[in-house]
């Protein structure tokens, strides 16, 4: 059971916009920063938003972050087959003293 | 380029020992805090530990304390985890990722960039 709480799956068509919930409590997304983490099967995460909302380069801008209290979300935009991945949410805990992530999202590109 | 390349894992058994290493290039390694992040075998990822910058504190998750020790030789650009008395449930893939905030003294969920993992596998 991990601390932050994410829907096993989302889906949707190409073009579509998708969003993955990640719910937390006041001791993580409610007082620190959310970070989002894509991952391809047999390969590393890679860093998506950062600080919430923040997209590193290279990062395209279809790909968007918000929070509000105690909840994250990411959305896809203009979805693409290439955005099939697995999706994580992460933030410091200070109740734990340790960094939370969420079970992760499962996106498949109908 | 920022690369970071772990190495030392393996199949050991159940109360063995194994000592994973994170070598890093691309970057000065003393400036920044370093993490292990491991994942299980079809599951999601887990926080395992993180050194500061200077190695002056370090934090782990509760599963692995007294068990896990994290550790950085800045003169060898490589952070290292010493893992004893393995269990079955320390079966994964174990990543190091950088803090990517310079000198930072606080721990965030911010991992940029990871390695490739090495597998390690506790098992008779």
């Known amino acids: 059971q991990s601390v932050l709480t994410q829907p096993p799956s989302a889906s949707g068509t190409p073009g579509q916009r998708v969003t993955i919930s990640c719910s937390g409590s006041s001791s993580n997304i409610g007082s620190y920063y959310v970070y989002w983490y894509q991952q391809f099967p047999g390969t590393a995460p890679k860093l998506l938003i950062y600080?919430?909302?923040q997209r590193p380069s290279g990062v395209p801008d279809r790909f968007s972050g918000s929070k509000s209290g105690t909840s994250a979300s990411l959305a896809i935009s203009g979805l693409r087959s290439e955005d099939e991945a697995d999706y994580y949410c992460?933030?410091?805990?200070?109740?734990?003293?340790?960094?939370?992530f969420g079970g992760g999202t499962k996106l498949t590109v109908l | 380029q920022v690369q970071l390349v772990e190495s030392g894992g393996g199949v050991v058994q159940p109360g063995g020992s194994l000592r994973l290493s994170c070598a890093a290039s691309g970057f000065t390694l003393s400036n920044y805090g370093m993490h292990w992040v491991r994942q299980a075998p079809g599951k999601g990822l887990e926080w395992v530990a993180f050194i500061r910058y200077d190695g002056s504190n370090k934090y782990y998750t509760d599963s692995v304390k007294g068990r896990f020790t994290i550790s950085r030789d800045n003169s060898k650009n490589t952070v290292y985890m010493e893992m004893n008395s393995l269990r079955g449930e320390d079966t994964a893939v174990y990543y190091c990722a950088k803090d990517p905030r310079i000198t930072s003294t606080t721990i965030t969920g911010w991992f940029d960039p990871w390695g490739q993992g090495t597998l390690v596998t506790v098992s008779s």
């Open positions: 992460a933030a410091w805990d200070d109740s734990l003293s340790g960094v939370v």
């Open positions: 600080r919430n909302n």
